[in-house]
């Protein structure tokens, strides 16, 4: 039987699970039943849904948590999180909690700007492009008035465009580097838009002007975006350090150590990053931005220096522990999904309807709140203690638990070592 199919897009909704399930799954019924399962009885809301994407067959539901206490420069948030790894959401509530005992988080958003390429070849003289350029800028910015006129009256726009030269890298290759200034919102499509007219007006122009010809390849914006800058940090004597039977000196000291060693080394950096990135990521999420967006920029940004590094920086001076992060962080809260999807519109209100700028600094005090919380654990108890207490739900429902079950055996974990063997052994004891 063929597994190929066209004009799959023209089928209706039934039609494409039908085929989808009779083509590549065995178990057609229980399929077609979990697929359907996750039909929103809301049929608008559905149709909201189906629409967001091509081909929709269902809805893929992630957890939507909120981590409160988040004390942000004297501004208490409930920060909403959508992530399904078990542990993120506690360990950022737990880590809030912490600092706001101890002053909260301080923020700054150090810059704004986002950028966007027009990528083009050119084999004539690099004197005649750079004066052809500049004759025309003007022009550049002025066709592009119908798209920028409506953000210029909000304060935003086009702050310049340069001619780059690339040709080190590749022959004849050649850029317009474009800087914008988008406000609250993302600015994707603004810019793509603009720099598309750029293209129009810099191929044209060059027809009647140049001897060699302008070729574009591209325009697009770019996702590393390191002019997109905010600081969070948080900081208090090391003697407040101390919780529990934790002793304050050497727990920063070692907190320092850990951080130095994502500094210097990248197979440990990339973890630490990964978990800097669990709380952006699930922030980024739950208010309806692109995380890969922020993923990629992100990342970039902590190979700035030529090898990837850990993002967050830890010092202790004069009795001091400082913990800071500075992360690029091109956001929106409004356009894209911000005013489609219901639940991101929700947490957006949760926040207190931000600012662009003040969703940069909740995103990225997210981040280092969840970095803090890894690493208080990997230094002194180790991850797997809270991890899998965390987890012990999930193993408990892979087997079917019923709330008596999951009563008994929590109960139990509370003074056991929760392994995924010990909880298996754990259920069997229990229904023998
Ligand atoms: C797990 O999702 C994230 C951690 O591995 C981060 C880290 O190691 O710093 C715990």
Redesign the pocket.
Known sequence: MSKSISGFSKLSKSEKIDWIVSTYLSNSDIAKNTIKQYFNTDKKLQQLHDEFIENTISNYYLPLGVAPNFLINGITYAVPMAIE?SSVVAAASKAAKFWMDRGGFKTTVISTTKIGQVHFMYEGAVDDLRLFFNSIKTKLIEDSKPITKNMEMRGGGIIDIELRDKTENIEGYYQLHATFETLDAMGANFINSCLEQFAKTFKAEAEDTLDSPVEVIMSILSNYVPDCLVRAEVSCEIEALSEGDIDPEAFAKRFVQAVSIAEVEPHRAV??N??IM?GIDAVVLATGNDFRAIEAGVHAYASKDGKYKSLTHAKVEDGIFSFWMEVPLALGTVGGLTSLHPLVKVSLDILGKPKATELMQIVAVAGLAQ?FA??RS?TTTG?QEGHMKMHLMNILNQFDANSREKEAIVNHFKTHTVTHSAVVEAINKLRA
């Open positions: 790894e973890t630490h990964k978990g669990n970095n890894a690493l990997l991850i």
